[in-house]
T-cell receptor
Framework: DAGVIQSPRHEVTEMGQEVTLRCKPI?????LFWYRQTMMRGLELLIY????????DSGMPEDRFSAKMPNASFSTLKIQPSEPRDSAVYFC??????????????FGEGSWLTVV | QQPVQSPQAVILREGEDAVINCSSS?????VHWYRQKHGEAPVFLMI?????EQKGHEKISASFNEKKQQSSLYLTASQLSYSGTYFC?????????????FGAGTTVTVRA
């Protein structure tokens, strides 16, 4: 079975540029999560969707960050304009959201972002 | 509310045992354990749903004490492959939103 698929795997961009990260969740999973991981802050939940609807975006650091989920099989996380402090690994994850183990989260391989 | 993990790091020799603790200031519905190897994504190990429940994965097991709002992960007879950073993720019982809050992680290094 295909897991969570993210692209790009690595991105190096200049400060001020727009960055778009993409995610395809596991088929049939109803919840999708965007996490950011840094040495200083660990794994932070940025936003999550349930049935394509944003449920909690309280972790989105500022207005420069936006996320969309136009359908059940695709989501994007956009940073515009990007700043060096946005450098991190961004993980997309999905969850079946059903049954007693519904909130087990499965992570993608991550998008390694470097803003210079 | 992020759970608190301890210790931050542990170094073991092959065959030794270790315990990683995860505690929360809030009541818990479930505790999830993940392991992340350097440069890779976190990988799900196990979920604990009931107080006092224990589960196992290879020679890795875990317990969940609902009353104390704590979970512990036990690495028994550690192998080199156990090296990595272990995260606990917690979900609250009154939340209908299935999100997990993760601890800061415990880095485990197993040496030959």
């Amino acid at each position: 079975d295909a897991g969570v698929i993210q692209s790009p795997r690595h991105e190096v961009t200049e400060m001020g540029q727009e960055v778009t990260l993409r995610c395809k969740p596991i088929s049939g999973h109803n919840s999708l999560f965007w996490y950011r991981q840094t040495m200083m802050r660990g794994l932070e939940l940025l936003i999550y969707f349930n049935n394509n609807v944003p449920i909690d975006d309280s972790g989105m650091p500022e207005d420069r960050f936006s996320a969309k989920m136009p359908n059940a099989s695709f989501s994007t996380l956009k940073i515009q304009p990007s700043e060096p402090r946005d450098s991190a690994v961004y993980f997309c994850a999905s969850s079946p959201h059903t049954g007693v183990e519904g909130n087990t989260i499965y992570f993608g391989e991550g998008s390694w972002l470097t803003v210079v | 509310q992020q759970p608190v993990q301890s210790p931050q790091a542990v170094i073991l020799r092959e065959g030794e045992d270790a315990v990683i603790n995860c505690s929360s200031s809030k009541a818990l519905y479930s505790v999830h354990w993940y392991r992340q190897k350097h440069g890779e994504a976190p990988v799900f190990l196990m979920i604990l749903l009931k107080g006092g429940e224990q589960k196992g994965h290879e020679k890795i097991s875990a317990s969940f004490n609902e009353k104390k709002q704590q979970s512990s992960l036990y690495l028994t007879a550690s192998q080199l492959s156990y090296s990595g950073t272990y995260f606990c993720g917690t979900a609250q019982p009154d939340s209908n939103d299935y999100k997990l809050s993760f601890g800061a992680g415990t880095t485990v290094t197993v040496r030959a």
